[in-house]
């Protein structure tokens, strides 16, 4: 799979409206897309139990000169990340989509996070996307930066960040926020190259949940309203707190939490 912002926007020409919500973090992002251009954007702390998120929703559309009649389809970030955010930014959108008769496409959290690294990075450079998981763990998984595309090398993952680090031989890219900063100023320590991506560089991210949407809806590749679910990534053991993973190891979790290991693609 390739993702870059360009070619994404050029096969969302076709989706019409399409309005992206990421809820599953610290700060919560949101986005439109609209006949294939990124329309608007915004960012707003996370909202406790939904509280002003139609607020925002509202902002982000009137200064797209969209509105929610208009929408075509609903994208929303559907993990890993916090369970209860990711419960209120699905719930939502599941609402409106079910409201308004439309289109709804989930998204990779990692996905969209690791499309803010930008086309800054050197080629062949690993990003690495980093969502908190609490108990010492982060969600991540890795990326290549290829002809001005990322490409996914592995699945999700869930591991510390002394796994995350371990053995990283080349340019490493972390994208995130306080724990992608724990990410990057460790792997430093031990003396790798590593660069970070956070903060003001992350306010794209609604966008581009709402871009990798755009691009399924117009390749018909929407989900169900009523079988979609958040993705909550846990190895087996994870009421230890502590992870039996081995560097490079993936877990894959599904909506309901059970999981299986699966061998890293090349």
Known sequence: MQLSPQRLLADAVAAGVVLGIDTGGPIG??????????????????LSHG?????????????????????????????????TGLRVGLSYAKGIAAALKIAIVGVSSLDALALCAGSGVLEGASI??????????VYTGLYRFVAGALQRSSGDLVV??????????????????????????????????????????????GGFVAAIGAAKVARKEADVVATLEPLYLRP??????????????????????????????S
């Open 29 to 46: 992002s949101f986005g439109v897309v609209a006949d294939g251009r990124l329309a608007a954007v915004a960012i707003r702390p996370s």
């Open 51 to 83: 509280l002003g998120l139609p607020a925002v929703v509202d902002e982000v559309l009137e200064a797209a000169g969209a509105s929610l009649s208009g929408l075509t389809a609903i994208a929303v970030a559907i993990g890993p990340g916090s369970f």
């Open 128 to 137: 690495y996307p980093v969502i908190d998981a609490r108990k010492g763990e």
């Open 160 to 205: 510390s960040l002394a796994h995350l680090v371990a053995g990283l031989a080349d340019e490493a890219v972390f994208v995130g926020y306080s724990v992608a900063q724990q990410a990057c100023s460790l792997a430093r320590a031990n003396g790798c190259r590593a660069a970070l991506i956070e903060n003001a560089g992350l306010h794209l991210r």
């Open 236 to 265: 087996p053991d994870s009421s230890t707190g502590s992870s039996a993973l081995k560097p490079g190891e993936e877990i894959h979790g599904t909506p309901r939490g059970r999981t299986h290991p699966a061998t890293p693609r």
